[in-house]
């Protein structure tokens, strides 16, 4: 099914959100949750990460219940035996899921994952969509209802184009944790990488969240300016949008960092 203009529309102002300033690994779960709220409703939310190598298992809710505990130790009793539940990525290849994809509401009610478990909460209308990673974690969100409004194939479609966006987010809100635990940035280092001072300042705001009106005020510029600087920006880094030049920035100011007082060159490779 496709998506309507106003669907697309909605999209773009909750990803807006999502990469908002206040976007860190502490607030990723909670972040990806308002996102998700602006584009399917569901009755709970939940941001899920396995620890491949501690072999542990967290969940983030979005709204607090006191069956939440007992529902979560009885998922974790009973989900490796279901394909749907036991945290592989692989699973419809990697696209969003729905519980009907694997069983009827009534086959699913006859399932121990159900009785100790969803049962708790009467969700009997689950969704999952993969988050990558690309590291030692596996990530999912689930969207659970109760009731008999299951998820459409609308739905589908819209957390489909959310996968790539929950993906970035996690990379951004790590990164600029990280950025943040250490020393201020001071812009002048990215000179180093063959930036004009003006260009340097704009990479600086970026790793912040700013918007181009915020920096035009902060700079003293025109938001033209700030525009002519940023597409300068991505023609010497080789990206073509704010995330990827956030991104790239961030991992520049670690490269120099590291580097010391050596100055750190920057080169387009082609794919």
């Known amino acids: 099914m496709m998506v309507s203009h106003a669907d697309l529309g909605a999209f773009s102002r909750a990803s807006l959100r999502l990469y908002a300033p206040e976007l860190t690994a502490e607030t990723y779960a909670t972040q990806c949750v308002q996102f998700l709220r602006e584009l399917v409703e569901a009755d709970m939310y939940c941001v899920g990460d396995m620890d491949k190598t501690a ?14 505990p007992r529902l ?13 539940f036991n ?56 969207l659970e209802r109760s009731g008999t409004v299951d998820y459409s194939e609308r739905d589908r479609s819209i957390l489909t184009l959310a996968q790539e966006h929950l993906d970035n987010a996690r990379r951004l809100a790590h990164a600029r944790t990280k950025a943040r635990r250490e020393k201020p ?22 790793t912040e969240g700013k918007s181009n009106a915020e920096m035009a005020t902060l700079m003293h ?27 790239y920035a961030l991992d520049l100011a670690q490269r120099l960092r590291r580097a010391g007082d050596r100055k750190v060159l920057t080169v387009r490779v082609q794919p």
């Open 55 to 68: 072999g542990t298992l967290g969940v983030d809710f979005s709204d607090p219940d006191a069956a939440l």
């Open 72 to 84: 979560l130790d009885g998922f974790g009793r009973t989900m490796g035996r279901y394909r749907l």
């Open 87 to 142: 945290w592989d990525p692989t699973v419809n290849e990697g696209r969003p899921f729905f519980r009907r994809d694997f069983f009827s509401e009534r086959q699913f009610r006859d399932l121990d994952v159900y009785a100790e478990s969803f049962a708790l909460m009467g969700w009997v209308n689950h969704c999952a969509v993969h988050v990558p990673t690309g590291d030692d974690h596996v990530m999912f969100v689930g």
């Open 185 to 206: 940035l001071d812009p002048r280092e990215f000179a180093r990488a063959g930036f004009s001072p003006r260009e340097s300042e704009v990479l600086m705001w970026l």
């Open 221 to 247: 510029v025109s938001l033209q300016t700030v525009k002519f600087h940023l597409t300068s920006i991505f023609n010497k880094a080789g990206t073509g949008n704010r995330l990827a030049t956030t991104l």
